[in-house]
């Protein structure tokens, strides 16, 4: 790829005049970029093309003609040597400052042994000042048979250290004994609602607190400061932007990041990529208040939007089925808040006229919460409210046409399906995988479906999602022609759920998600074309070039 000086064309043709005049630029002034010989998946309904050319943060023209007849001796010309180009990857589920910081903290993911795990624990702990907390993990039973790890295991490499390592879904903490003792978990600490303190036969924690448990660790966790934040933050823009994605969707449970972000508001050089902050939907009143003093920030922090929770996850056996748990048939899940009071939220959110998410993952909240989302929108009235509902990952088939009859999206993370698809059936039976991780019935009931990862349950990579979406091939290999291979998408669509959806389910599908006049200019190049290359080799393909507001963020400057 090369860069390259041409002299200034004083006339436009008609067909580029027209579209650099469609985008709102005057016909004589030349373009800031032009990227050429590229192959261009727009993601729109126009063909394919092999040039596009920046003025300021707007796409200014698309097209070798239009693009050529639009450079000047000021221009920045790019050959992208063949080189496929895209809208930039919008995540529309992370938990963006936890992965990030992950990226400095101990990897249990791939810990295949008890020993192994308790060896990197203790290693990791030994690095630390006394009296610091172990967090990070990212672990996985399922990789040493199933067993839950236990405080035991660690406590004797960790006598100084506090250990939270969290399992990869984040809806479990492994904690040890200095851990528990303070956060006062003893055998006579009773299970808060929504949560399990999980404990042997005699009665005592054995380690491992679920879901509103981790809040009694939480809380005696000593907060990072504003500068470590800031560090943590910018590891992980950095990240994300090398993997072309150009936006992320930050659905928390806390007020950290947005205070972050808000506070780093308004600095590209801080915060180079966007962001679209949601916090707890119980503090809707909070949040309906920031809005009406400050509105909703700008495109490159965005808030007003709220995440809640109905249920737990399939892998820690708190996600809410109809039916009791094939492998624990006493259990049907956990409930994390009565779903009156849920609704209560929700109605209160939305008649505040606030973007609402809840994450649901079995089949009865799913189902329930259709429910609310029907009975709010028909309290309160006719709006443009884009209901999303996080993961949707374990639906009853006669659950799915209502996505689009309610006009909810299904807000979906596909890495999730090739690494629960190891062993899922354990969990539910075969019956219940009907409507399990079901992309394509929902794209084909012509549902609103976006993609995104949930790092760092998942990586953030979003070419590991569109591979796991196509091809749905389980991490242990055991399923090479795709787990439940009915619901594999097409590459167009996985593009397609990572840009235009994202940006419909964020409210800027006017001005991102698709590459074509007037838009704003945030794309990524890649060395392999996604779309017509075999999709076995999706995620050897390599990020060339981020761009975000026009400017390369990632990447070669040349």
Known sequence: MTMIDLSRRSLLGGGAALLVARAGWAANTAFDTAYVNARIWTGAKTAPSDAIAISGNRIAALGSAAVRAGIGRATRVVDLGGAFVMPGFIDNHTHFLRGSAMLAQPS????????????????????????????GGHWDEQLWGGELPRRDWIDA??????????????????????????????????????????????????????????????????????AEIERTLAAGTAYALSRGVTQVHVTELDWTTQDALHRLRGSPKKLPMRFYSFVPLKDWERMAALVEAEGRGDDWVRWGAMKGLVDGSLGSRTALFRQPYTDAPDSHGIALDPLDRIEAWIRGADAAGLHVTTHAIGDAANADLLDIYRRVAAANGPRDRRFRIEHAQHLDPADIPRFRQQGVIASVQPYHAIDDGRWAVKRIGEQRLNGTYAFRSLIDSGAHVTFGSDWP??????????????????????????????????????LHAYTAENAYAGFQDDRLGTLKPGNIADFAVLDRDLIRDDPAGITGAKVLRTVVDGKERHGATG
Not at 117 to 125: C, P
Not at 177 to 189: C, E, M, P, Q, Y
Not at 471 to 492: H, M
Request: charged content about 20%; proline content about 10%; aromatic content about 2%.
């Open 157 to 226: 490499v960790t006598p100084n250290t506090p250990v939270a390592v969290a399992r990869l879904d984040l809806h479990m903490y492994l904690c040890n004994s200095v851990a528990l003792k303070l956060a006062g978990i003893t055998r006579d600490t009773p299970d808060p609602a929504g949560g399990v303190i999980v404990r042997d036969a005699n009665g005592e924690p054995t380690g491992i607190v679920k879901d509103t448990a981790k809040d009694l660790v939480e809380r005696v966790i000593t907060p990072p400061t504003e």
């Open 108 to 135: 249990l993911r791939d810990a295949a042994t008890p020993a192994e795990f308790a060896r990197r624990v203790g290693e990791a702990a030994a690095k630390l000042p006394a009296g610091k907390w172990l967090e």
């Open 457 to 494: 349950v998942a990586p953030i990579d979003p070419l590991s999602g569109v591979a796991a979406a196509v091809l749905r091939q389980t991490i242990d290999g055991a399923n090479p022609g795709g787990w439940l291979p009915e619901q594999r998408v097409t590459a167009a669509q996985a």
